[in-house]
């Protein structure tokens, strides 16, 4: 079963940045996984912040982090990144990482969540003066 586990997080002030990173485990190398990233702020839906597929190198974004936040990915390492720049309060959150197998790039933003059957635990960002 692919695990996943995120780290990075923290607290940061406006305009800061961080680079989130995401360990994979148990992947398949014959298989090819969406991945993206998430985040969630208590009291409100989980949202999809960014996602790449592991077999190319398109790239995908909410509006909201669009020009701020980096997705990439090292697949021989079998890890997921998220730099984050220019990081404001309302980016606040606790990030998760998730992945379910592709075989082509499904990976639009717009992919429904339930389609992320590979959860991580989430990390924590903090934004504030």
């Known amino acids: 079963q692919l695990q996943l586990v995120e780290s990075g997080g923290g607290s940061v002030q406006p305009g800061g940045s961080l680079r989130l990173s995401c360990a994979a485990s148990a992947t398949a190398r014959n298989l090819n996984y969406c991945m993206g990233w998430f985040r969630q702020t208590p009291g409100e839906e989980r949202e999809g912040v960014a996602s790449i597929w592991t077999g190319g190198s398109s790239s995908y974004y909410a509006d909201f982090v669009k020009g701020r936040f980096t997705v990439s990915r090292d697949n021989a390492k079998a890890t997921l990144f998220l730099q984050m720049n220019d990081l404001k309060p309302e980016d606040t959150g606790m990030y998760y990482c998730?992945?379910?197998?592709?075989?082509?790039?499904?990976?639009?933003?717009?992919?429904?969540?339930?389609?992320?059957?590979?959860w991580g635990q989430g990390t924590q960002v903090t934004v504030s003066s």
């Open positions: 998730a992945a379910f197998v592709s075989s082509r790039d499904y990976c639009h933003i717009d992919a429904p969540e339930y389609k992320y059957n590979y």
